[in-house]
T-cell receptor, first 116, second 115 residues
Framework: GAVVSQHPSRVICKSGTSVKIECRSL??????MFWYRQFPKQSLMLMAT?????????EQGVEKDKFLINHASLTLSTLTVTSAHPEDSSFYIC????????????FGEGSRLTVL | AQSVTQLGSHVSVSEGALVLLRCNYS??????LFWYVQYPNQGLQLLLK??????LVKGINGFEAEFKKSETSFHLTKPSAHMSDAAEYFC?????????????FGTGTRLLVSP
């Protein structure tokens, strides 16, 4: 099956620093990747949709200058949390869709960000 | 707008008992529906999906779900619960937005399995 890998799985940083999370599709080309945020014991909230080679589309209420998304290749998308603050602490999950869309998304393992 | 509602944030069953997790959808067009499972500190794994073919969909780990248009439901069932089934389960509907297809998730149901 299709595999999506996220790195790092856990990261702790100081307030004010920036953190980059990578999302890779290991065995397929992902034309579209999605970034979700999940608060404890809550559902996944879509942050943005990224398509290879174009700007990401952000959901309402998500600060695009705070959460920078880059989808430079068909196998890699990155989420950079800029000037992180404690309220940015969360579980971030990426997902990817194969080039020939079947409606199914493949999810990464998630990245837990803790901002001190 | 399309959405899903999961009734019950927690469901508790005994090992060997029937599992029933409820999901109702709202959609103005024929929906694509999904069930995902999430184990602690992990991403989501697809259990099964409905994409307008057979209304009874069989998934992994013995789970199945039935699409009932008249009831706008897509409930997840498993005849006999196993301890390893304890996890968070999410129902999702696929929607088109700004030209892209994306998933909208329900609030999730935590399945607790007791010995």
């Amino acid at each position: 099956g299709a595999v999506v890998s996220q790195h790092p799985s856990r990261v702790i940083c100081k307030s004010g620093t920036s953190v980059k999370i990578e999302c890779r599709s290991l065995d397929f080309q992902a034309t579209t990747m999605f970034w979700y945020r999940q608060f404890p014991k809550q559902s996944l909230m879509l942050m943005a949709t990224s398509n290879e080679g174009s700007k990401a589309t952000y959901e309402q209420g998500v600060e695009k200058d705070k959460f920078l998304i880059n989808h430079a290749s068909l196998t890699l998308s990155t989420l950079t949390v800029t000037s992180a603050h404690p309220e940015d602490s969360s579980f971030y999950i990426c997902s990817a869709r194969q080039r020939f869309n079947t409606g199914e998304l493949f999810f990464g393992e998630g990245s837990r960000l803790t901002v001190l | 707008a399309q959405s899903v509602t999961q009734l019950g944030s927690h469901v508790s069953v005994s090992e060997g008992a029937l599992v029933l997790l409820r999901c109702n959808y709202s959609s103005s067009v024929p929906p694509y529906l999904f069930w995902y499972v999430q184990y602690p500190n992990q991403g989501l794994q697809l259990l099964l999906k409905y994409t307008s073919a057979a209304t009874l969909v069989k998934g992994i780990n013995g789970f199945e779900a039935e699409f009932k248009k008249s009831e706008t439901s897509f409930h997840l069932t498993k005849p006999s619960a196993h301890m390893s089934d304890a996890a968070e389960y999410f129902c999702a509907v696929s929607v088109m937005n700004t030209g892209f297809q994306k998933l909208v998730f329900g609030t999730g149901t935590r399945l607790l399995v007791s010995p």
